[in-house]
């Protein structure tokens, strides 16, 4: 049994040591809002927060996650799916098969906590997330738009 | 931040929670082996298309797929223009192909690609709208006790006009569904729409960023079990026998069973077990006749074909030979186009549970109707007994119209009668077996006279062709006219020019890879040799391209429009910024003129697109921001296969297997799309996959206008642009 801090919740789960922390979270914990895309760390489709950091969770083992470090998948962003980030992307609608996008989003909250105000070189560097639909220009604005929001208090 | 508590839902069965929030219902259910068929799907169904509940609550239902394109809203947009409902009270749901069969195709067709989920069933459901709202009025005025001709309706309220008395429709709605439907319809005109043309958000925006939105991969049934499966990487390979002892006693593993004499599968308790299992297996394959296939053999047999004496026409005027004989000037050039995969992000998938009385399949597809027919084929059940319940799809592009993987579910879900198997591919499966761009080349020849202008085109294209692998029924007298997209005479994929003398023949040449539907399909390559080839007759004439254009646009105005539109938004005549250079590419297809000016610049080899404005001209748009949420997306789609997208074959197999080898666009190189909608209306024009074609050859004009140097052959990769 392995000890997780999930989303503010602790759990326990039987799993094999070597899998990834992606697939306990979609399987063992049913938490089905991060995808698989590659399985191999180049999409993002998979992006959940450890103890802040954006990471890629098909290509981190489970057991390389100990229970002091708080993940937090999509699900755990907000309680109503109100985050700043997350009402951005509902304003300007973002997504479009929505397939990449908790991935993307979680990628986007982990850059605004590092650098409120990212200029668009600093968003080319930290979002490497693939998008097939070409969402790309509605991310970009959607960045921004959550940015002005949180550094205006949030609101 | 704010954390929720976890909910350890692993066995719950989601598909029925998941839906609400956003108002919108998915319309899943679990089948009860009891439930019978009925005509209408619910009482209160004032047609196939419109539910109202006594709450006003609007169910419009949607038989074509949503995968991303928004056509769920703009199909919900239509048919509540005519119903005159309140748009807030709208909610939607996905009837069934089985459903559909039972109902005589009450729905119409359920495919969804080729740009036509507006524009083919716009007609049948606005007036399914209108039908409905007549319904509602006839009622109203029945229990008002006045004539129908004083009621008018807005907004889901019926309003007696001379009294100013009303009726809700939820109040109504009970009655108007007794009714026996009007026998005839009018619908609005356009100019009186209120709905139709506003860029009103999408009805599926807020799952979708919250995570609640189901997609395949997370669908979990009661008792399930994921399935990981690889067949033969070599097309036309089968397989010949896997050590099944080897895997058995790993983690979590059920069952290993073969698929066909294609593939073979793991299922397991999960489907990290499952493909952990399936890549620890030892198979043995049978590669079949295609082992030696590569990307220079299918090179060499395209480049054959440009020589071959026999080619099907696909468009000619006058007498192109004499034309080119008797020019001033003659202008040759060859052009390749590879194979592409689609990549969806999310990949193939399907959960089937198979009884020996019933099949259901819960599956993305952008075709109901066809991955039905596949149930009832791999099930081996009367049609009446098996059932496909749609999802939305994480990515279609033209991919998921074709069932290969709703098959496969199905006949693993057979072996092991009464549970439901959910199979995902991975990623490298995914890429190993797609139905993948077709590949072509062509070679141009143009002649121009002393003056510069165009005399004759003479375009020979070669390489392979959809119909003929997936629906050879479609073949006029054995041509696939869709290999001459945006090159034809006349229709949706008109070429923009005219020109005097004129050759257009394709000799089909199939390689032994499968080729399907790809966004935007023939239109993509044809527009890059079109439109670049143009350019280069420009060159050659020491003609400006948009004026070499405009010369041969005199008989396309609508085209023509569209060109004028990017260049003066653009700036065209006018100087970029230094270092920037810029590209022009036109063309009609799926019934709409776009184009795009494209701004680039290469320092140190290196191409950087700085800027595209698109124009397109669709007709009517339904919704003008979706409408530029497909234009900036198509460039994505168009600008990652010119870039990146090239699929190359060795031993008769693709070697591209990742996202890693498989590249595709990232914000980083994203340029700043400019949409311009500019609907001249009076025709119904597709949106989802125009501009790609017009993205890669502007900006390949554009990388001409900077270096020199003509790019033929893509992808373009890591290319050094400063090799001439
Ligand atoms: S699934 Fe993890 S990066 Fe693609
Ligand atoms: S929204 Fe479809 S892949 Fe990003």
């Not at chain 2, 995968?67 to 119903?83: D, I, N, R, S, Y």
């Not at chain 2, 008002?144 to 004083?150: D, F, H, K, P, T």
């Not at chain 2, 480049?303 to 099907?312: I, N, Q």
């Not at chain 2, 993205?695 to 003509?710: D, E, H, K, Y």
């Amino acid at each position: 049994m392995q000890e997780l801090n999930i989303n503010g919740s602790s759990v326990a789960v039987d799993v094999d040591p070597a899998t990834p922390l992606l697939w306990v979270i979609r399987e063992q914990l049913g938490l089905t809002g991060s995808k698989y895309g590659c399985g191999i760390g180049v999409c993002g489709a998979c992006t959940v927060h450890v103890d802040g950091r954006a990471v890629r969770a098909c290509s981190l083992p489970v057991a390389a996650v100990t229970a002091g470090q708080a993940i937090v998948t999509i699900e755990g962003l907000s309680t109503n799916g109100d985050h700043p980030v997350q009402r951005a992307w509902d304003d300007l609608d973002v997504p479009q098969c929505g397939y990449c996008q908790p991935g993307m989003i979680m990628s986007v909250v982990a850059l605004l906590a590092d650098n409120p105000t990212p200029s668009d070189a600093d968003i080319d560097a930290a979002v490497t997330n693939i998008c097939r639909c070409g969402t790309f220009n509605r991310v970009r604005r959607g960045i921004h738009l959550a940015a002005e929001r949180l550094r205006d208090g949030g609101a | 931040m704010e954390r929720v508590p976890l909910t350890l839902s692993r066995r719950d069965f989601v598909i029925g929670t998941t839906a609400a929030g956003v108002g919108l219902s998915l319309g899943l259910y679990l089948p009860s082996a009891s439930a019978t068929p009925e005509m209408a799907d619910d009482t209160r169904e004032l047609n196939a298309w419109v539910v109202i509940e006594p709450d006003d609550t609007v169910i419009i239902r949607i038989a074509r797929s949503e995968m991303g394109q928004g056509t769920l809203t703009g199909l919900a947009q239509l048919v509540a223009e005519e119903l005159e409902c309140d748009w807030s009270k709208v909610t939607t749901e996905y009837p069934t192909p089985g459903r559909n069969r039972i109902r005589d195709r009450v729905w119409g067709s359920f495919s969804t690609g080729g740009s036509r989920g507006i524009r083919s069933s716009q007609q049948y459901v606005r007036e399914g709208g209108a039908l409905a709202r007549m319904l509602l009025v006839g009622a109203a005025a029945d229990r008002l006790g006045v004539a129908e001709a004083e009621c008018r309706a807005a907004d889901s309220v019926v309003t007696h006009v001379p009294s100013g008395r009303s009726l809700r429709y939820g109040e109504v709605a009970g009655d108007a569904a007794k009714r026996a439907p009007p026998d005839s319809v009018t619908l609005k005109d356009p100019r009186d729409w209120k709905l139709i043309g506003r860029p009103v958000k999408r009805l599926d925006t807020h799952a979708k960023v919250t995570g609640e939105q189901v997609y395949g991969t997370d669908l979990t049934l009661p008792g399930m079990l994921n399935a990981s499966i690889r067949a033969c990487p070599v097309f036309g390979g089968t397989l010949k026998s896997f050590d099944e002892a080897r895997v058995r006693d790993m983690p979590g593993v059920r069952a290993v069973v073969r698929v066909d004499d294609t593939a073979v599968a793991v299922v397991a308790d999960t489907w990290w077990q499952a493909d952990t299992a399936l890549r620890a297996l030892p198979v043995v394959w049978d590669q079949g006749p295609n082992s030696a296939v590569s990307s220079a053999s299918i090179a060499a047999l395209l480049r054959e074909g440009l020589d071959a004496h026999d080619a099907f026409v696909g468009n000619r005027a006058g007498d192109v030979d004499a034309a080119l004989a008797g020019a001033a000037k003659r202008v040759e050039a060859e052009y390749a186009y590879p194979f592409q995969h689609h990549a969806t992000m999310e990949p193939m998938n399907a959960t089937a549970r198979w009884t020996h009385e019933r099949c259901d399949v819960w599956c993305p597809t952008q075709n109901g109707e066809a991955a039905l027919q596949a149930v009832v084929e791999a099930a081996g059940l009367p049609a009446g007994q098996c059932d496909v319940h749609k999802i939305d799809l994480g990515g279609g592009f033209g991919r998921r119209g074709f069932s290969d993987y709703v098959t496969q579910a199905v006949k693993i879900a057979r072996q092991l009668p009464g549970t439901p198997v959910k199979l995902i591919w991975s990623r490298e499966e995914d890429m190993r077996h797609g139905a993948y761009h077709p590949i072509t080349r062509a070679r141009l020849t143009g002649g121009l006279d002393a003056d510069g202008r165009l005399v004759g085109l003479r375009i020979r294209l070669s390489g392979q062709s959809i119909l003929a692998a997936v629906m050879p029924g479609a073949l006029k007298d054995g041509a696939d006219m869709v290999t001459f997209q945006g090159m034809l005479p006349d229709g949706d994929h008109a070429i923009s020019y005219s020109v005097p003398n004129l050759l257009i023949d394709h000799a089909m040449r199939n390689p032994p890879v499968p080729p399907g539907f790809w966004r935007g399909v023939n239109i993509n390559q044809n527009a890059i040799y079109l439109e670049c080839f143009v350019d280069e007759l420009a060159h050659a004439a020491g003609t400006d391209p948009l004026a070499f254009r405009r010369a041969l646009m005199v008989g396309h105005p609508r085209s023509l429009g569209v060109l004028n539109a990017v260049a003066e938004r653009a700036g065209w005549g006018t100087p970029a910024a230094a270092g920037v250079f810029r590209g022009l590419a036109v063309c009609k297809t799926f019934g709409s003129h776009v184009a795009a000016c494209a701004e680039v610049s290469v320092r140190d080899g290196r191409l950087k697109i700085h800027r595209i404005v698109a124009a397109t001209d669709c007709g009517y748009a339904v919704n003008p921001q979706q409408i530029e949420a497909q234009v900036e997306g198509s460039f994505v789609f168009g600008l990652s296969a010119m870039l990146y997208g090239g699929c190359t074959v060795a031993g008769g197999a693709v070697e591209q297997h990742n996202f890693d080898t498989y590249r595709s666009m990232t914000i980083a190189e994203m340029p700043q799309v400019e949409a311009i909608v500019m609907p001249s209306g009076g025709f119904w024009g597709g949106v989802g996959e125009p501009t790609i074609a017009v993205a890669a050859p502007a900006v390949l004009n554009a990388i001409f206008a900077a270096t020199g140097r003509r790019i033929r052959e893509l992808p373009l990769r890591d290319t050094d642009l400063r090799v001439a």
